[in-house]
């Protein structure tokens, strides 16, 4: 099952994006084993702004794959069960598994409404780069917790 974190606006060169690239590249490493890869990091700029012309670039670009939608009232979830879920997933036959972060206004409706499921890093605020490095993070422990590694929460 192929992996991508798609969002809206620029990487950026600082830390937080070497940081994301560095936790694609793990998990697209340690994931072919186990079916899950490579884990693309895709940054989308809309010609205008807003929430709607975001939503028609995110939408396309995850046309046809298993939409998970990064929003602050979706759902939390530990890490071994976030690695569950993932594994599910990937068991069920999904061929693509997609997350999306919007842009500085969140998502538009349309997005939330055409994913299967929500996911949130909590009710705080974070910046866009970093939200992206949180769950590249997230989809290496995920990675590694599937695939035997020891888990300190254990």
């Not at 890093?121 to 997230?138: I, K, S, V």
Request: hydrophobic share 45%; glycine share 10%; with cysteine.
């Amino acid at each position: 099952m192929k992996l991508s974190i798609i969002a809206i606006g620029k990487p950026g060169r600082g830390p937080e994006a070497a940081l994301a690239a560095d936790y694609a590249a793990r998990a697209t490493a340690a994931g072919r084993a186990l079916g899950l890869g490579p884990l693309d990091l895709i940054d989308l700029e809309p010609r205008k702004s807003g929430k709607a012309p975001e939503a028609e670039l995110l939408l396309a670009a995850a046309e046809g794959a298993h939409l998970i939608a990064c929003d602050e009232r979706g759902k939390t979830y530990p890490s071994r069960a976030f690695a569950d879920h993932v594994a599910t997933l990937r068991d069920r036959g999904e061929r693509r598994l997609v997350f999306v972060i919007g842009g500085a206004d969140g998502l538009d409706t349309s997005v939330l409404d055409a994913a299967s499921s929500t996911l949130a890093f909590g009710p705080q605020t974070w910046p866009h780069a970093l939200a992206r490095a949180m769950l590249a993070e997230q989809l290496y422990r995920a990675v590694t917790i599937l695939s035997g590694s020891p888990y300190h929460r254990d």
